[in-house]
C-alpha cells in the first residue's frame, strides 16, 4: 500500500524535464505567446529605442538648436526662438555658394564613381577569370581597410607640388591640378568608390549572360547592348551606390580641408561655426538632410531602395 | 502614425525649451553695453591637495614623457604634490572655451581671443597672485594687459607668447622679404602660391596690413574694428582669396605645404619655421616692417573648480623658470618668466630666438583679443564689431 502510494511521488525522468514549466521563463513565453502585441514590443524595444532616442532623438535636438542663437560676445547658446539662421543662410550669397559648390562636387563624385563602375562591373562580372575577379574585389575594397586619415594624408602628398602627381605627368608636360576643387573630388571619388563598385558588380553578375547572347544575336555592337540592355537592369544599383556616394560627399569636411586648397563646402562651414555658433551650424547642418531627403524621394521613384 | 505621436511631443519639448530661453534674454543685452563681468570669489588659501587637476591645454604645453621622453615636467609635479594630472588637449582656441563650459576642466591654456570669452562667460574666476609666488617673475610686458586682465583683477597667469612670423621657404624665395605686401597685394609674384591662416581672428592681420599702408582709415588696433574698417580688411582679405594656395588651421599641414614648397610664403608662427627646419625644409621666417600679429597663451582656473589647490599648485609650479623654460622650448614660444631665460646656454639661446626679453620686438606684435563691442582702443564713440560679426566675416570672405 505504502509503495502503491508512493510510486506516483518520486519523479519520473522525463518529468523532471517538464517540471520547469512554471520557471519565470517558461511562464514568460507563454505569456508573450498569448499576446503577439507584447512578443513585437519586447523584439522592437532595443532597436527602436536606439532609433528614436539616440539616433533620430540627436537630429530633432540639431534641429531645435538651429532655432536659437548665440550671445555675441561669450557665444553661449541662448534658448530663444528665432529664425535668424534660416534667414541668414538664405540670403547670405556665400553660404548659398557653398552650398551649391558642395551639391555640384558631390555630384561630379557620383559621376566619377559611376563611371569607372559600368567598365570595371562588366568586366569583373562578364569576363575575367574567377582569380582575377577575386583580385580586383579585393582591390576594389582595400582602400576600406585603411584609415580615412591616412587617406586623406597620402593623397595630399599626392598632389602636392613636385609630388608623385607632378612627377607623372612632367613626361606629357603637364602638371597636376594641385589642391582645389578639382583634387578634393578626385580624393572623395577615391575614398567612396567601393559603395558604387559592389552594387553594380552584383548587378551585373545578376544578368544572364543569356541576355547578352540574345543583343548579340539580333545584331547589337558590344555598346548598344551595354546602353540598351545592362544600363537599364543596372539602374537600381547605380542610384543605390549614388545614395551612398552622394550623401557621404555632401557631408565630408576633413578631405577639403587637407586637399580642397581653398575650397569651402558645408562641412567646413559647419565646422568653422560649431564652437563659436552652433545655432547657425545646426541651421547649415540641416541644408544636406534636406538634399538628401529629396534625393532619397527621385531615388525611391527608381525603384533603387530595395536594393539597399 | 508614430510620426502623428512623435510630431506634438517634439513641439510641446521645443516650446518649452523657448519658454524657458524668455528668461535669458536679459543677459545678451547686458553684453552689448559692455563688458560685463560676473563678479567671482578669488581664492584665499591654496590648502591640501584633491589629489588631481584636470587640465585642458595646447599640445606640449602639459606634458608627462608618454608623448616624448625627454620632455617631461608632470611626473614631478605628481610626486611634489600628490596631484595626479589629466590633461586634455585642445586643438583650437573655440574647442577650449567650448570644454572649459562642461564643467569638468580645472585649468586651461587660454590664448588672448578666448580669454575674453571666459572671462565674460564667467567660467574662469580671477586669480589671487599672491599665492603664485612665482607671479613676481613674469616678464613686464606680458603683466596686466587687455586680454586678462578687467577692471584691475588679474584672470589669468601668462605662460609664453609668439608673433605670427612671415614664413617662406628660401628654395623658391630668394631675397628676404621685409613686407607682408606679397600675402596681400594684387600684383605679386606668388599668386597661388601663398598660405593663410585659417580663422576669424586672421581679419586681425589685415587691419595690422591696414595699419601700415591705409593710415586714412584711422585703425588703431587690429582688434578694435568698426563696421567701416572691417568692410575694408574684408576687402583685403577677399583679395587675397583669389591669391593664396591654401588655408591652414592645423600646424602639421602648414610645415608640410611649407618645407616641401607647395607654398613659397605664408603666414605663420615660429614652431612650424623650426618643425619645417627640423625635417630639413628651407624655410626661414621674418617679422615684417608693418608689425604682426601674436599670441599669448595664460593659465586660467575655472570658475568652479572642483580641485582648485591642485589648480593652483600647477599654475605656480608651471611658472617657475625651470619648468616655464621646458615648456616654452618644447612649443617654441618665448618664455613668461623672465628667469627662464637664464641658468643654460640653451635657455639663452632659446629666448634669443623668440625675442623673450626684446621689448621693443613685441611692440610691433598685436597680441591675440576677442573682438568685442566696446571697442577694446578706447573709442567710445562708435561700436566696435565683435567676434561673431568676424566669424561671419571669414565664412563670406572664403566664399
Not at chain 2, 101 to 125: P, Q
Request: net charge negative; with cysteine.
Amino acid at each position: 500500500m505504502a509503495v502503491i502510494q508512493e510510486t506516483p511521488s518520486p519523479p519520473a525522468p522525463g518529468a523532471s524535464q517538464a517540471h520547469p514549466r512554471n520557471s519565470p521563463g517558461d511562464r514568460l513565453s507563454r505569456m508573450l505567446y498569448a499576446r503577439p502585441k507584447a512578443r513585437l514590443a519586447g523584439l522592437l524595444l532595443l532597436p527602436l529605442g536606439w532609433l528614436g532616442v539616440l539616433y533620430i532623438g540627436s537630429l530633432i535636438l540639431l534641429f531645435i538648436t538651429a532655432f536659437w542663437t548665440t550671445d555675441s560676445f561669450t557665444s553661449k547658446v541662448i534658448p530663444a526662438f528665432t529664425l535668424e539662421n534660416f534667414i541668414e543662410i538664405i540670403t547670405v550669397p556665400a553660404y548659398q555658394q557653398t552650398a551649391l559648390r558642395t551639391i555640384g562636387i558631390a555630384l561630379a563624385v557620383t559621376v566619377l564613381c559611376a563611371a569607372l563602375a559600368l567598365p570595371l562591373g562588366l568586366y569583373m562580372a562578364k569576363v575575367a577569370s574567377p582569380r582575377m575577379r577575386a583580385a580586383l574585389a579585393i582591390g576594389i575594397t582595400l582602400p576600406l581597410w585603411a584609415g580615412y586619415l591616412v587617406k586623406v594624408f597620402s593623397w595630399r602628398i599626392t598632389f602636392s607640388s613636385g609630388g608623385p602627381l607632378d612627377w607623372l605627368l612632367a613626361p606629357l608636360g603637364m602638371t597636376g591640378p594641385g589642391y582645389g576643387t578639382a583634387a578634393l573630388i578626385v580624393t572623395l571619388a577615391y575614398l567612396w568608390f567601393p559603395y558604387m563598385a559592389v552594387p553594380v558588380y552584383n548587378a551585373f553578375r545578376q544578368i544572364p549572360d543569356s541576355l547578352f547572347d540574345a543583343s548579340a544575336d539580333l545584331g547589337a555592337k558590344a555598346w548598344s547592348t551595354v546602353w540598351t540592355v545592362a544600363v537599364p537592369l543596372l539602374k537600381p544599383a547605380f542610384v543605390a551606390g549614388s545614395i551612398f556616394t552622394f550623401s557621404l560627399s555632401l557631408g565630408d569636411y576633413i578631405a577639403a580641408q587637407f586637399v580642397g586648397g581653398k575650397t569651402q563646402v558645408i562641412g567646413t562651414v559647419i565646422a568653422s561655426n560649431i564652437n563659436l555658433n552652433p545655432p547657425l551650424a545646426a541651421a547649415f547642418g540641416t541644408v544636406p538632410i534636406i538634399v538628401v531627403v529629396l534625393y532619397l524621394f527621385l531615388a525611391r521613384k527608381s525603384g533603387a531602395l530595395k536594393q539597399l | 502614425m508614430k510620426i502623428s505621436k512623435a510630431l506634438p511631443l517634439a513641439a510641446l519639448a521645443s516650446l518649452s525649451l523657448v519658454l524657458a530661453g524668455c528668461g535669458g534674454g536679459a543677459a545678451s543685452d547686458s553684453s552689448s553695453t559692455g563688458i560685463q563681468v560676473p563678479d567671482l570669489p578669488t581664492a584665499s588659501e591654496v590648502g591640501e591637495s584633491e589629489g588631481q587637476v584636470n587640465i585642458i591645454a595646447w599640445a606640449g604645453f602639459v606634458e608627462d614623457g608618454s608623448t616624448n621622453p625627454d620632455a617631461d615636467w608632470v611626473s614631478a609635479f605628481e610626486e611634489e604634490t600628490k596631484c595626479q594630472v589629466n590633461r586634455k588637449v585642445g586643438a583650437t582656441s573655440d574647442e577650449m572655451v567650448q570644454l572649459m563650459r562642461s564643467g569638468e576642466y580645472d585649468l586651461v591654456s587660454a590664448s588672448g581671443d578666448a580669454s575674453l570669452r571666459l572671462i565674460a562667460g564667467g567660467d574662469v574666476a580671477p586669480i589671487n597672485t599672491d599665492l603664485i609666488p612665482n607671479f613676481g617673475n613674469i616678464v613686464d610686458g606680458l603683466k596686466g594687459q587687455v586680454y586678462d586682465t578687467l577692471n584691475g583683477k588679474s584672470y589669468g597667469v601668462p605662460i609664453g607668447r609668439g608673433a605670427n612670423v612671415l614664413m617662406y621657404n628660401t628654395d623658391h624665395v630668394a631675397e628676404a622679404p621685409d613686407s607682408w605686401a606679397p600675402l596681400w597685394e594684387e600684383d605679386t609674384d606668388y599668386a597661388g602660391k601663398t598660405m593663410a591662416y585659417d580663422s576669424p581672428i586672421y581679419i586681425a592681420d589685415a587691419a595690422v596690413y591696414l595699419m601700415a599702408t591705409q593710415p586714412d582709415l584711422g585703425i588703431t588696433s587690429p582688434y578694435a574694428l568698426d563696421e567701416e574698417q572691417l568692410a575694408a580688411a574684408v576687402e583685403l582679405l577677399k583679395t587675397q582669396n583669389g591669391l593664396v594656395g591654401e588655408y591652414w588651421n592645423d600646424a602639421l599641414k602648414a610645415v608640410s605645404s611649407i618645407s616641401s614648397g607647395t607654398v613659397h610664403m605664408g603666414s605663420g608662427w615660429q614652431v612650424i619655421v623650426n618643425l619645417a627646419q627640423g625635417d630639413g625644409g628651407k624655410v626661414e621666417s621674418v617679422l615684417p616692417k608693418e608689425g604682426a600679429t601674436g599670441w599669448s597663451d595664460t593659465w586660467m582656473i575655472a570658475a568652479e573648480s572642483k580641485n582648485p589647490n591642485c589648480a593652483y599648485k600647477w599654475m605656480d609650479y608651471a611658472s617657475s623658470a625651470e619648468v616655464n623654460a621646458q615648456i616654452s622650448q618644447n612649443f617654441g614660444m618665448a618664455p613668461a618668466n623672465a628667469l627662464a631665460c637664464e641658468g643654460s646656454e640653451a635657455n639663452t639661446a632659446h629666448c634669443e630666438t623668440f625675442h623673450a626679453t626684446d621689448e621693443e620686438y613685441y611692440k610691433q606684435v598685436w597680441m591675440w583679443t576677442t573682438p568685442v563691442e566696446q571697442c577694446v582702443d578706447g573709442r567710445t564713440d562708435v561700436t566696435c564689431t565683435n567676434y561673431q560679426d568676424w566669424t561671419k566675416a571669414w565664412t563670406e570672405i572664403k566664399g
